[in-house]
T-cell receptor
Framework: AAGVIQSPRHLIKEKRETATLKCYPIPRHDTVYWYQQGPGQDPQFLISFYEKMQSDKGSIPDRFSAQQFSDYHSELNMSSLELGDSALYFC???????????FGQGTRLTVV | GESVGLHLPTLSVQEGDNSIINCAYSNSASDYFIWYKQESGKGPQFIIDIRSNMDKRQGQRVTVLLNKTVKHLSLQIAATQPGDSAVYFCAEMPMDSSYKLIFGSGTRLLVRP
């Protein structure tokens, strides 16, 4: 069965650079969630989209922005990167709220 | 703020025994809960879910119990296997924030051979 696809899997950026993470949800899923997970930490909710509209927002820095496109894929844009942004970034997708949310394998971002 | 937390950070069990992982949540308005398994460097893997109108749900070797009175959730794994070793998270979706899954602190399950 098709799963959530994230790209790239690994990304190395320098401080103050910009990064774009992509998420392709499971076919027919209309909801995308983004999470940040630091080493040994719980996944922290960043932002979610339903039917291409922003639905909920968590602890997402102003330097980050995201959107969901007409084909339901989503991109997380991160600017002015800081060392503390180094983490695993996951996206998940579901068919509406209150249904199973499945996660991708994540993008490991390293800021040097 | 609202949070979902776990009682024990690490649980060690003998292979073949049953495992019970607990979770306490604080948002009484939560309507939907999911248990995830996460192996090192991988994305959280969906295990089982339960809605607030249920108190028990069974899957393959796993059972989730929900006690709304005391706001407690548990995951029972029968006949624990070495492949079950991972970090387990419960996640909560509140009614007033239905597009946000809130994760609690994970429990690391170690299976002794």
């Amino acid at each position: 069965a098709a799963g959530v696809i994230q790209s790239p899997r690994h990304l190395i950026k320098e401080k103050r650079e910009t990064a774009t993470l992509k998420c392709y949800p499971i076919p027919r899923h209309d909801t995308v969630y983004w999470y940040q997970q630091g080493p040994g930490q719980d996944p922290q909710f960043l932002i979610s989209f339903y039917e291409k509209m922003q639905s909920d927002k968590g602890s997402i820095p102003d330097r980050f922005s995201a959107q969901q496109f007409s084909d339901y894929h989503s991109e997380l844009n991160m600017s002015s990167l800081e060392l503390g942004d180094s983490a695993l970034y996951f996206c998940a997708s579901s068919f509406g709220p209150f249904t199973e949310a499945f996660f991708g394998q994540g993008t490991r971002l390293t800021v040097v | 703020g609202e949070s979902v937390g776990l009682h024990l950070p690490t649980l060690s069990v003998q292979e073949g025994d049953n495992s019970i992982i607990n979770c306490a949540y604080s948002n009484s308005a939560s309507d939907y809960f999911i248990w995830y398994k996460q192996e090192s460097g991988k994305g959280p893997q969906f295990i089982i879910d339960i809605r607030s109108n249920m108190d028990k749900r069974q899957g393959q070797r796993v059972t989730v119990l929900l006690n709304k009175t005391v706001k407690h959730l548990s995951l029972q794994i029968a006949a624990t296997q070495p492949g079950d070793s991972a970090v387990y998270f419960c996640a909560e979706m509140p009614m007033d924030s239905s597009y946000k899954l809130i994760f609690g602190s994970g429990t690391r399950l170690l299976v002794r051979p």
